[in-house]
């Protein structure tokens, strides 16, 4: 995943940070105690979480960066202090409030007020062409596998050639699911960066691309490869099954030759011990007797 170092924030007294950090713990907790399925969090992601964010996305490509859930602004906050100008950055929160804050906090960006499940309305005649960035702080696992998909598709008309959809999760898997049911080979590219230890808790950030036609036919003739190998994977193993019970018949016919000729060979013995005594019996009786 490419990473940049991040420009020094502007310096805050410790004091107004902590209240600032307070005070937008208190409004999560309201926004999610009147909507908890639609905040998802009782907290706003950490600066640490935030500025490993905002360093996924190439400030370098053309076009405006879309921030959606921004919340109470910590990724807002981490973008703008990697460099991304104001002007380039809008931001779509539902809930008004938060969208009240975030004007008086970031002057110069642009908020819009709606739903980012619905992106094609909800940017209506704002975006003119394909964007540098989707950025999501969006509660995904609270959504059906279905609404994720068409999230990520609807991110991917919107962003240009260079473009990426960044998302975070607390989770250990992709909270966007990497293969449709029935499809043989994914849509698209995703990244996972290490966990961020110093969020509480950590969690992960996973950089979306679409897969062009020729990566695409790759990943399906990889497929197919896979699928022939182990078809030959699988005639091989029944191949050395059948041989294996072949060697163990014939060993098996060898030692029932082998245990039937003893016991002939042991009879035969046996047979002749018994005899012993009466053959003795006989040539004594055939031997002429000695003059006395």
């Not at 996924?56 to 981490?78: F, M, N």
């Not at 898997?173 to 960066?193: L, M, T």
């Not at 020729?214 to 022939?228: F, H, P, T, W």
């Not at 098996?252 to 082998?258: G, H, M, T």
Request: glycine share 8%; with cysteine.
């Amino acid at each position: 995943m490419r990473t940049q170092v991040d420009p020094p924030e502007p310096g805050r007294s410790r004091e107004g940070l902590f209240h600032q950090r307070f005070a937008d713990e208190a409004r999560f907790i309201k926004a999610w105690f009147e909507n908890p399925g639609a905040t998802g969090a009782v907290s706003p992601s950490g600066r640490f979480l935030a500025r490993a964010m905002a360093r996924c996305v190439d400030l370098d490509a053309p076009g405006p960066v879309i921030e959606l859930g921004p919340g109470t602004g910590p990724v807002t906050q981490a973008l703008l202090h990697r460099g991304l100008a104001p002007e380039r950055l809008i931001l779509v929160e539902y809930d008004p409030a938060f969208c009240r804050l975030l004007e008086r906090r970031f002057p110069g960006v642009r908020v819009v007020q709606g739903d980012a499940y619905d992106l094609a309305g909800t940017l209506a005649g704002v975006v003119d062409g394909p964007a540098c960035a989707v950025v999501s702080s969006l509660p995904l696992l609270n959504r059906p596998d279905a609404d994720r998909l068409k999230l990520l598709a609807d991110a991917f008309d919107i962003i240009g050639p260079r473009g990426v959809v960044v998302q975070f999760t607390y989770g250990m898997v992709s909270p966007i699911p990497r293969r449709v049911k029935g499809e043989s080979a994914p849509r698209f590219s995703a990244e996972a960066s290490q966990p961020v230890w110093l969020n509480l808790p950590p969690a992960r950030v996973w950089c979306y691309r679409p897969l062009g036609e020729g990566v695409a036919l790759r990943a399906n003739a990889a497929e197919k490869l896979i699928g022939e190998f182990r078809a030959g994977a699988g005639r091989m193993k029944d191949e050395i099954l059948d041989t294996c019970d072949r060697i163990e018949t014939e060993i098996r016919l060898a030692r029932e030759r082998v245990r039937s000729d003893f016991e002939r060979r042991a009879a035969r013995v046996r047979n002749e011990r018994a005899m012993k005594p009466a053959l003795e019996l006989l040539r004594r009786i055939g031997e002429p007797r000695k003059r006395r």
